[in-house]
């Protein structure tokens, strides 16, 4: 069944490219699986070692969290780097009940084989933290994923917008400058920006 519903989320078109990593979608399948599909089939080709950072949403565990366990879908079981180097990080506890990582393995399984994975989630850091721990992980060679929905809009996220057309102007015009600080590696103006 699932290879069936990816099957179908593949079948997008995208031009391949080279790149160090890629901002994929985490949301079920039904809301942003054809943006997620469409993400991984522009991607060329990935290393041996694939980071996957993601939000904490549950809160539960530390703020920035590594797991070394191996991880199971139904297309099989992915196996874990087990980089020493983040051992001191390690939480298995921060991951138990996380989907924004696990959401993003049935893609990679379905478009790549032979490769492993390094899971890390993150509550919010600050901009120094995120650097030192780009630092670090930025001396293994690896293919970079960052699992984000990006906009989150509505009420309960503190946007009262009524109008339809301009809660869809608004996101799209915060998505795109958002987008631009990405492409221009201005990451301390995108890290202002979120907060």
């Given at each position: 069944?699932?290879?069936s519903i990816l099957d179908k989320l593949f079948s997008?078109?995208?031009i391949e490219r080279e790149s160090l990593g890629a901002i994929v979608p985490h949301a079920g399948y039904i809301f942003s699986g054809k943006v997620a599909a469409k993400v991984y089939k522009s991607i060329k080709s990935i290393k041996n070692n694939v980071f996957l950072l993601g939000p904490n949403h549950t809160g539960v565990g530390s703020r920035f969290a590594v797991s070394f366990d191996d991880w199971e879908t139904p297309l099989g079981v992915v196996e874990n780097s087990r980089l020493e180097f983040l051992r001191k990080y390690k939480d298995e506890s921060a991951h138990n009940y996380e989907h924004s990582l696990e959401v993003q393995l049935p893609f990679l399984q379905h478009r790549f084989?032979?490769?492993?994975?390094?899971?890390?989630?993150?509550?919010l850091l600050s901009l120094e933290e995120i650097e030192s721990?780009?630092?670090?992980?930025?001396?293994?060679?690896?293919?970079?994923?960052?699992?984000?929905?990006?906009i989150h809009f509505g009420?309960?996220?503190g946007f009262n917008q009524t109008?339809?057309?301009?809660?869809?102007?608004?996101?799209?015009?915060?998505d795109d400058e958002l987008v631009h600080l990405l492409e221009n590696f201005e990451y301390k103006k995108f890290y202002n920006k979120v907060l």
């Amino acid at each position: 069944e699932l290879n069936s519903i990816l099957d179908k989320l593949f079948s997008v078109r995208a031009i391949e490219r080279e790149s160090l990593g890629a901002i994929v979608p985490h949301a079920g399948y039904i809301f942003s699986g054809k943006v997620a599909a469409k993400v991984y089939k522009s991607i060329k080709s990935i290393k041996n070692n694939v980071f996957l950072l993601g939000p904490n949403h549950t809160g539960v565990g530390s703020r920035f969290a590594v797991s070394f366990d191996d991880w199971e879908t139904p297309l099989g079981v992915v196996e874990n780097s087990r980089l020493e180097f983040l051992r001191k990080y390690k939480d298995e506890s921060a991951h138990n009940y996380e989907h924004s990582l696990e959401v993003q393995l049935p893609f990679l399984q379905h478009r790549f084989k032979n490769f492993k994975i390094t899971p890390i989630t993150m509550k919010l850091l600050s901009l120094e933290e995120i650097e030192s721990i780009a630092d670090e992980i930025s001396k293994e060679d690896g293919y970079f994923i960052a699992s984000s929905d990006f906009i989150h809009f509505g009420p309960m996220y503190g946007f009262n917008q009524t109008n339809e057309i301009d809660k869809m102007k608004w996101v799209k015009e915060k998505d795109d400058e958002l987008v631009h600080l990405l492409e221009n590696f201005e990451y301390k103006k995108f890290y202002n920006k979120v907060l």
